[in-house]
């Protein structure tokens, strides 16, 4: 089975500053990783996947991500925050079985941007 | 945004009272799914569809059916409601390796049990 652990479930930076959220995952088999965001009372949108290849990986609204296999990691993270970058941010994993993927999610973090 | 309508968006009902919560979808996508999302679990997975009338259980499934007559449609049920349902309800779909393995979310219904 897999697992996700996101570190802090709050977070506060200051606009303008880096962004770093943290991941780390388990499992026995090769994984897709995946960063999603949530804007209150929406529901959840794509920022970024990992599948294969490349292990950065860079995603929508600046922000990009690093798949480490020897740490089991994949931190989210944003050169210079912004305040619409103010949100709800969800990891999760799943591992190709040729069939239905299921995600198995984070706790969430939710991020704070203050000026 | 990917194709998918969750109908009612806000219910409120009383405990004991069926439930029925509707995903549509226009993308074709094989896979359906119904999560729920609750303060500190993060999303978690009810029941999802590979196919018509092929479901399956996820990890929280006590206390809920689901039902997919058509590839559009994947219903979720309540059959009595308790308090503990109450929660924030997201239908996903997947194309599977088609759309690489990616999962798009509808905008979710609330669901209040009083």
């Known amino acids: 089975a897999q697992s996700v652990t996101q570190l802090g479930s709050h977070v506060s930076v200051s606009e303008g500053a880096l962004v770093l959220l943290r991941c780390n995952y388990s499992s026995s088999v090769p994984p897709y990783l995946f960063w999603y965001v949530q804007y209150p009372n929406q529901g959840l949108q794509l920022l970024l996947k990992?599948?294969?290849?490349?292990?950065l990986v860079k995603g929508i609204n600046g922000f990009e991500a690093e798949f480490k296999k020897s740490e089991t990691s994949f931190h989210l993270t944003k050169p210079s925050a912004h305040m619409s970058d103010a949100a709800e941010y969800f990891c999760?994993?799943?591992?190709?079985?040729?069939?239905?993927?299921?995600?198995?999610f984070g706790t969430g973090t939710r991020l704070q941007v203050t000026l | 945004d990917a194709g998918i309508t969750q109908s009612p968006r806000h219910k409120v009902t009383e405990t004991g009272t069926p439930v029925t919560l509707r995903c549509h979808q226009t993308e074709n996508h094989r896979y359906m799914y119904w999560y729920r999302q609750d303060p500190g679990h993060g999303l978690r997975l009810i029941h999802y569809?590979?196919?018509?009338?092929?479901?399956d259980k996820g990890e929280v499934s006590d206390g809920y059916s689901v039902s997919r007559s058509k590839t559009e449609d994947f219903l979720l049920t309540l059959e009595s409601a308790t308090s503990s349902q109450t929660s924030v309800y997201f239908c996903?779909?997947?194309?599977?390796?088609?759309?690489?393995?990616?999962?798009?979310f509808g905008e979710g219904s609330w669901l209040t049990v009083v």
């Open positions: 569809s590979y196919g018509v009338k092929d479901t």
């Open positions: 999760a994993v799943t591992i190709n079985t040729g069939t239905a993927s299921k995600l198995t």
């Open positions: 996903a779909i997947s194309g599977g390796q088609l759309s690489g393995n990616t999962i798009y």
């Open positions: 990992y599948t294969t290849g490349a292990t």
